[in-house]
């Protein structure tokens, strides 16, 4: 559900994309599996009709959370799983608390609490998905530990939060965060970071098993 280009569907299963934006449709590989131009909250698809329903980063953009979850439910025979960011976690993370608080109400606010979601779907359960240092995804808190990564524009054009942001602010964030790095203010506070594996930053896997 919300596959977009098709970077998280796994190559050893068939797959039945769900997508609602043409664009993104557009920029699936050729060899992604087939794409149904479609809500979460209106599947085009029958009862039970597939082993899982999974849905990564894509809540944020839904209109009514708890009816797409109940789709997911209706179509799935085993197992619905989301990836999903625990907000209230990524607030606590450096990069926002310290630079771009802004970055919560502009674009963190639609994540629903993870409360919600394990309401939503009886018997479910969350845990943490903790972030490698050196993670080849460029999400926004992906670069926890590479602080200069963010002074990089080309590292920040494949982030949306960054283009979301008012350009004031994003120009006030990176020079206090440039800096910060020259004086060692940022290794100061964080240098632990540049030599710790993981970081939890609010990443969360959600299993149910349906019948
Ligand atoms: C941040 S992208 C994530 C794409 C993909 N799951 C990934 O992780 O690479 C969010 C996707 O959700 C889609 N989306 C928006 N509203 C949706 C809805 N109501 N139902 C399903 N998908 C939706 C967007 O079009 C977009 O492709």
Do not use: N
Not at 124 to 135: G, H
Not at 203 to 208: G, M, T
């Amino acid at each position: 559900m919300g596959a977009g280009t098709g970077s998280y569907e796994p190559d050893d299963r068939d797959v039945i994309a769900i997508e609602p934006s043409e664009v993104m449709i557009a920029q699936r590989p050729a060899d992604a599996a087939p794409a149904i131009k479609a809500t979460a909250e209106a599947l085009p698809l029958e009862d039970k009709s597939v082993d899982a329903a999974l849905a990564v980063l894509t809540l944020q953009h839904w209109d009514d959370v708890e009816r797409g979850l109940g789709e997911m439910v209706r179509v799935a025979q085993r197992r619905v799983v989301l990836v999903t960011m625990d907000i209230a976690v990524l607030a606590q993370l450096w990069l926002i608390r310290d630079y771009v608080p802004e970055t919560l109400p502009a674009h963190a606010a639609g994540f629903p609490s993870i409360k919600r979601l394990l309401g939503a779907l009886p018997g479910a359960t969350a845990s943490q998905m903790p972030v490698p240092r050196d993670c080849t995804d460029g999400f926004m808190a992906a670069f926890w530990g590479r602080p200069e990564a963010y002074l990089d524009p080309h590292i920040r054009s494949g982030t949306s939060p960054w283009h979301q942001l008012p350009p004031a602010v994003v120009t006030r964030a990176l020079g206090e965060l440039q800096d910060d790095l020259e004086r060692g203010e940022w290794d100061r506070r964080y240098g632990h970071l540049r030599q710790q594996s993981t970081l939890d930053v609010g990443l969360r896997l959600i299993r149910a098993e349906v019948q």
